[in-house]
């Protein structure tokens, strides 16, 4: 199985998912997706397609991926449809992001605009009749849904995978917007994720895989929270385990940024989009910070306990909007025309390689940064006068990098619109084109 998948990839556009082996020794297969018969809602959306593998299954690698707010697991090496989930409850939201755990290969998280992530257990099958309690005075089981931490009314899907654990968006500490990404730390039951609300949360993972009882776990409390890392909404959020356990990489899109008025006295309402006067927008940013709690949830050798509290239950201030956490680091993102312009980041996987990638839509180039040569933030200067924290801003650092660009024979038309790194005896580029262009580059040759 290693050598047959280890050379493979699988890459999604808007019709099809393809697993492609570079090297030509195994012929490609395609996944042919239905037509939409109505658009997307969010142009941005696109098919999040991932690797997992099952214990159950583990010569058989599966391709996990979203299409139409649902979720197909499709096996590799069978070339068969294994299953196929309602997703976030086959709402009218779509999927944002998948990612799946870096040790245990069956349990993938998935990210909506429902403002919920939700993870997945490949090990289990699918529920297909709801086993809720009922709420007093009815006496009828409830039909609240996985949003409450209950069970779907209708069949979850068909095949394999189940929801084991919602977090749950807008109650207590959930996220108030869409949420774009999630990371599993690789060594901690925790996962982060980040949404448009500016916020960045770190949630607490409940053991699930030794229960016996099939009940639908739920987390509206998480351990971190805190929408004062970037001024505008979350795009990415990443764990640097190299550096140390409680390192994260996170970046943002351009904020909008308000100009407060010379005069109070002023007759216009303040509430008025009309008499609102806006400045330059600030470009997004790329921010190194660190988690400083997570020795009150995990002291050291916390995994050699002889016994280990299942349930985390944090402080207020902690799960609505903590201040443990310290920005090591903050550079800027070249300018751009407005705040719907904004970067991709691609992290390195696999390896020591401290790079990350990033780039705009509608370019022909990407650039690399080293996050090892970052350098450490520094206090800004003391203003003469009055100033606002909105011109704090201007002291950062523009991010810098090496820039890598599409081939000419490719054609202007052609632009980046994913990329992938991968880490090994030589760094690997991967890059699909937005008219169908593949192109890898290797160490040696750039």
């Not at 658009?39 to 941005?44: G, I, M």
């Not at 654990?165 to 949420?179: K, M, N, T």
């Not at 016996?212 to 004062?228: A, M, N, T």
């Not at 203003?383 to 490719?410: F, M, N, V």
């Amino acid at each position: 199985m290693i050598d047959l998948f280890k050379n493979a990839l699988v890459v999604a556009d808007d019709q099809r998912i393809n697993i492609i082996w570079p090297s030509g020794s195994t012929r490609s297969v395609q996944i042919e997706l239905r037509e939409l018969s109505q658009p997307q809602v969010v142009p941005l959306d696109k098919v999040n397609v991932t690797w997992a593998l099952s214990p159950h299954k583990p010569y058989e690698p599966m391709v996990v991926f979203s299409y139409c707010r649902l979720i197909y697991i499709f096996n590799a090496r069978m070339r068969v449809l294994e299953g196929c989930l309602r997703g976030h409850g086959g709402a009218s939201f779509e999927i944002t992001s998948i990612v799946v755990h870096p040790h245990a290969a069956h349990i993938f998280c998935t990210t909506s605009r429902d403002f919920s992530s939700r993870l997945y257990d490949l090990t289990r099958t699918p529920q297909l009749h709801a086993n809720n309690p009922h709420w007093p005075p009815l006496e009828k089981p409830s039909f609240a849904g996985p949003s409450h931490g209950l069970d779907m009314s209708i069949e979850e899907g068909e095949g394999i995978g189940r929801c084991v654990l919602v977090l749950v968006g807008g109650r207590s500490g959930g996220h108030a917007g869409e949420v774009f990404g999630a990371a599993f730390h690789y060594t901690h039951p925790v996962i982060a994720t980040c949404g448009m609300d500016r916020a960045i949360k770190i949630w607490h993972i409940p053991p699930f895989s030794n229960r016996l009882e099939q009940r639908l776990l739920r987390e509206d409390k998480p351990l971190f929270s805190s929408s004062s890392i970037h001024k505008a909404r979350v795009l990415s959020v990443n764990w640097r385990y190299r550096l140390s356990r409680d390192i994260l990489l996170s970046h943002s899109a351009p904020a909008r940024m308000f100009v407060l008025p010379e005069s109070s006295t002023s007759e216009t309402n303040p509430e008025s989009t009309d008499s609102k006067q806006f400045g330059p927008d600030e470009p997004g940013s790329l921010s190194l910070w660190k988690w400083l709690s997570i020795d009150r949830f995990f002291p050291p050798d916390w995994e050699k306990a002889a016994s280990r509290q299942v349930r985390l239950n944090p402080f207020k201030s902690v799960y609505q909007e903590s201040i443990s956490f310290k920005i090591l680091s903050n550079y800027l993102f070249p300018p751009q025309i407005d705040q719907f312009v904004t970067p991709t980041l691609y992290v390195c996987r696999g390896g020591s390689l401290p790079f990350v990638i990033y780039s705009y839509p509608h370019t022909q180039s990407l650039t690399i940064v080293n996050i090892a040569l970052l350098k450490r933030r520094l206090l800004p200067p003391p203003l003469p006068g009055k100033s606002h924290s909105s011109d704090l801003w201007r002291h950062d650092e523009q991010i810098q990098g090496w820039d890598l660009a599409l081939d000419d024979s490719l054609g202007r038309e052609e632009t980046v619109e994913t990329c992938a790194m991968i880490s090994g005896s030589s760094p690997i580029i991967i890059v699909g084109g937005s008219r169908g262009s593949f192109c890898v580059f290797s160490g040696n040759s750039t």
